[in-house]
């Protein structure tokens, strides 16, 4: 090798390796003073739904521990997608995270092509709640729980209608999930959102619903509805009489909507972790907790390790589901 090319490549190779640690001392200093600006919270859905309402439980509380500002900042569209892409984009720096859900996260990604990746292009932070459905059945339906249920859907094959709040919703997907391991033909009715839905439950025009609590369970507690089961692992506070699927003759079943923050893609470990003890704090303090559960929120507050396998274990679970039943976007 020519004796100067030699040189030159060794002088390089020298300065290469004394920039890599200058930089990383740069990260490191940088996140070992975070925070030291407001941190632009971003809600990807419209003021008053749930994603709304628990971003805004935890972000009274997380300045208290961050020792910051938490702006709030609903950029809705495109089914979240618009919020979702703006924090995928943000610089990697802790100031600007996201309150993901599972449409965007975890059955999404088997619907259609997203303008990122759920994987690739966040941090998660942590799983900060998650939230049980409820099936439940208008009374003229020969079933006082899910056992008796299935078997009466199974001996009348497509003649079992559930209704939902939308293709491809979390309810949908459930139910074709039951379908598919209950060995049913249950057919799909979707509405644009739940009230009409709920509506023509409590009328009988459709048989059976998945649905949030909040909704439903007033007309369980009245009579007009009848509970079959939860979607959760547990059973909830919100119905504690009620059997969860998973001990109605399906072990593991879990369907439930889910909630968690991240950051994008790069943001420094220091910093993730900062903020996932900061939000796990706010999560435990008595007022929030109480306040998400009187709504039916279960609060996690899991490790951003734990997140980021519970995220690529749902994303595995409903392209299964997707894939057998066949479920579009709209």
Not at 121 to 135: H, L, Y
Not at 282 to 293: C, E, F, I
Request: proline fraction near 8%; aromatic fraction near 6%.
């Amino acid at each position: 090798m020519n004796p100067l090319l030699c040189f030159s490549v060794i002088v390089l190779g020298a300065a290469l390796a004394g920039a890599l640690p200058a930089a990383a001392q740069t990260r490191a200093a940088a996140a070992e003073g975070y925070p030291t600006k407001p941190v632009r919270f971003v809600v990807p859905f419209a003021p008053g739904g749930s994603t709304d309402t628990l971003a805004r439980a935890i972000g009274i509380r997380l300045p208290e521990y961050l020792g910051q500002q938490v702006v709030i900042d609903n950029r809705t569209g495109a089914n979240g997608d618009i919020g979702m892409l703006l924090v995928a984009k943000a610089p990697a720096d802790g100031y600007t995270i996201v309150l993901g859900y599972i449409a965007n996260l975890g059955i999404g990604p088997s619907l259609y092509k997203m303008p990122y990746d759920p994987v690739k292009d966040f941090a998660p932070v942590t799983q900060v709640a998650g939230a049980s459905n409820i099936m439940t059945a208008h009374p003229s339906v020969p079933a006082k729980n899910l056992k008796e249920f299935i078997a009466h859907a199974r001996a009348n094959p497509g003649a079992i209608n559930f209704a939902t709040s939308g293709v491809a919703s979390v309810g949908h997907l459930t139910g074709e999930y039951l379908n598919q391991l209950g060995g049913m033909k249950m057919v799909h009715v979707p509405y644009k959102g739940s009230g009409q839905a709920i509506s023509d439950l409590v009328g009988g025009h459709v048989k059976v619903m998945i649905s949030g609590m909040a909704s439903t369970l007033p007309h369980v507690k009245t009579g007009k509805l009848r509970a079959l089961a939860v979607t959760g692992l547990q059973r909830s506070d919100a119905a504690p009489d009620v059997p969860t699927i998973a001990e109605s003759g399906f072990p593991g079943f879990e369907a439930r909507s889910w909630f968690g923050v991240l950051a994008p893609a790069n943001t420094p470990k220091p910093v993730v972790t900062r903020l996932h003890a900061d939000i796990v704090k706010a999560l435990q303090q008595p007022d929030v907790k109480q306040r998400l559960t009187a709504i039916g929120f279960d609060v996690v507050g899991s490790t951003p390790e734990a997140f980021a396998a519970y995220i690529k274990s749902e994303i595995q679970k409903w392209a299964k589901v997707v894939k057998a039943s066949g479920a579009k976007a709209e």
